[in-house]
């Protein structure tokens, strides 16, 4: 047993560590569908924090708490990869609205703005919204996008091709300039919410606090600007 866990009561780690635990699931909530509750997280958070007292090694000179950390968030990951995280069908929709974004930046000569999109879309505002709300999950590359058809398969097509993984591309000095140029040109309150959510690694609540909006409006101008990103970067993912 660990030092951690001989010197302290189990119950008092939990205590002292809880606040963490619900740190960490509420900032991954943003990257997650709808359908996942955040209490959920906790629990697995909670249980992935116990297996940290367990097996934590204080002569490895991490600070237990660093430790911590990586084991509640990769807790909550495991848990997540056994399930889907954003169906086909909304995965579709979303394509939609990438479509639109980019037919509407051609057209206009600027970011369209929401009314433009529901209208280029042919859907009333608030369902656009309600598709933004539901996007929760929408990351800025997916497996899906190299593969070169529905039925393909990444991993072989990549180890037989010998063509760049997501990760290569990630690293790409390319790629990085274009991605940081991109966010610079998203609308004002999108690329704060960005900042704000992956630098100052703030929750949907406490940017809606920062913005005086609903953590849900937080939510949709996070999955609109994710959307205008991937429309911007698809030469990557082609």
């Given at each position: 047993m660990s030092e951690i866990a001989s010197g302290f009561d189990k119950t008092q780690i939990v205590a002292e560590f809880a606040p963490m635990v619900k740190r960490v699931a509420y900032h991954l909530m943003a990257r997650l569908p709808a359908s996942v509750h955040v209490d959920d997280l906790i629990q697995v958070g909670l249980i992935g924090l116990l297996e940290a007292v367990e097996n934590y090694d204080g002569d490895r000179g991490a600070q237990f708490e660093t430790y911590a950390v990586q084991r509640v968030r990769g807790s909550m990951l495991d848990e997540l990869r056994q399930a889907d995280w954003l169906p086909r069908?909304?995965?579709k929709k979303l394509r939609t609205i990438e479509t639109a974004i980019n037919k509407l930046q051609q057209r206009l000569g600027r970011q369209p703005n929401e009314e433009e999109l529901a209208q280029e879309i042919d859907v009333p505002l608030a369902e656009y919204q309600d598709m933004l709300q539901d996007a929760r999950g929408?990351?800025?590359l997916h497996y899906e996008d190299f593969q070169g058809s529905e039925d393909?398969?990444?991993f072989e097509s990549y180890a037989e091709g010998g063509a760049p993984n997501p990760l290569e591309i990630m690293e790409d000095d390319r790629f990085r300039h274009v991605l940081t140029e991109s966010i610079e040109n998203l609308p004002e309150r999108e690329k704060l919410v960005m900042g704000l959510y992956y630098d100052q690694e703030l929750n949907l609540?406490?940017?809606g606090e920062v913005l005086g909006v609903s953590e849900s409006r937080v939510c949709q101008l996070h999955s609109q600007a994710v959307a205008r990103l991937r429309g911007r970067l698809k030469e990557?993912?082609?």
């Open positions: 069908t909304m995965r929408y990351q800025l393909g398969d990444f609540k406490e940017i990557w993912r082609d």
